[in-house]
């Protein structure tokens, strides 16, 4: 059976990623742009023109996009998203369903990069992020979005990178990732008292894979902040923790980024 597309992206949803990563990129290696766009940067000119608008981008004096004080801040900001989701969210990636059991729970047993590697390409192993992050009411495709930048899906010694963020055919590729992920709907179950919600399934995946997150990262202190604030534990409070920091009193997947 075909299931039928469900995830969609606007186009002012990749306008902005396109812009975001654009910004993130020229503060992280140090790029401007000189005002004549020349042969694949002339891709590039709808998003500097978009951040410039926003105040993130300037022309220098020598005629040069580049990279303001508050476009510094908003670049940061693009980062420290990017990798939180991935901290809180990757380990939903490898989940044996039958045995409730995550990959990452054993990631300290294993003594070399083979070894982690062979773990992984085991065949009990269900990807459930794209299932996950909806149930948690965050966005799959933003999600798939930051795997391919923190796979360096665009990275500038590529010919042709600007043309693909710019006219967004990737995006085709992430809808794609989303629509053939295990979905929710597809996790209920017959048990022996009659049936098992995906929303009760669900409710158990991510409370233990936030469990396994505690377990992974003991010391880190933000991590525990956070999971008590966003998802806190059954029965269980540690008033030794802090609240979060300011900026993040939103779950991380809950808040929605912007320019």
């Not at 975001?20 to 766009?37: A, E, G, H, P, T």
């Not at 303001?68 to 908003?74: A, C, F, P």
């Not at 294993?110 to 192993?125: N, P, V, Y």
């Not at 902040?225 to 900026?247: E, K, M, T, V």
Request: hydrophobic fraction near 40%; proline fraction near 4%; include cysteine.
């Amino acid at each position: 059976m075909v299931r039928a597309m469900k995830y969609e992206v606007s186009e002012q949803s990749r306008r902005e990623a396109a812009a975001s990563f654009l910004l993130f990129s020229m503060w992280k290696n140090q790029r401007d742009y000189d005002v004549l766009l020349e042969n694949n940067d002339q891709c590039l000119e709808p998003s500097l023109l978009l951040l410039q608008s926003k105040g993130y981008v300037e022309l220098s004096a020598q005629h040069h996009y580049t990279v303001s004080e508050s476009g510094v801040v908003k670049a940061q900001q693009f980062e420290a998203r990017y990798q939180a989701l991935l901290t809180y969210l990757d380990l939903f990636g490898y989940v044996d369903l039958e045995a409730g059991e995550f990959a990452w729970a054993y990631y300290s047993e294993c003594g070399s990069k083979a070894e982690w590697q062979s773990l992984l390409a085991e065949e009990r192993w269900e990807d459930l992020r794209v299932a996950v992050i909806g149930h948690l009411g965050g966005s799959a495709p933003e999600l798939v979005f930051f795997h391919f930048v923190s796979e360096e899906r665009f990275d500038q010694q590529t010919a042709g990178w600007q043309t693909e963020l710019a006219h967004g055919v990737f995006w085709d590729q992430v809808v794609e990732i989303c629509d053939s992920a295990i979905q929710p709907d597809e996790l209920a179950f017959e048990g022996e008292n009659g049936v098992v919600t995906a929303q009760a399934v669900l409710d158990d995946i991510v409370e233990q894979g936030f469990e396994c997150l505690r377990m992974l990262h003991p010391e880190d202190q933000e991590i525990h902040a956070n999971l008590q604030a966003w998802y806190p534990a059954h029965g269980r409070h540690d008033s030794r923790l802090p609240p979060p920091l300011p900026g993040w009193e939103i779950p991380i997947w809950q808040a929605v980024w912007s320019l």
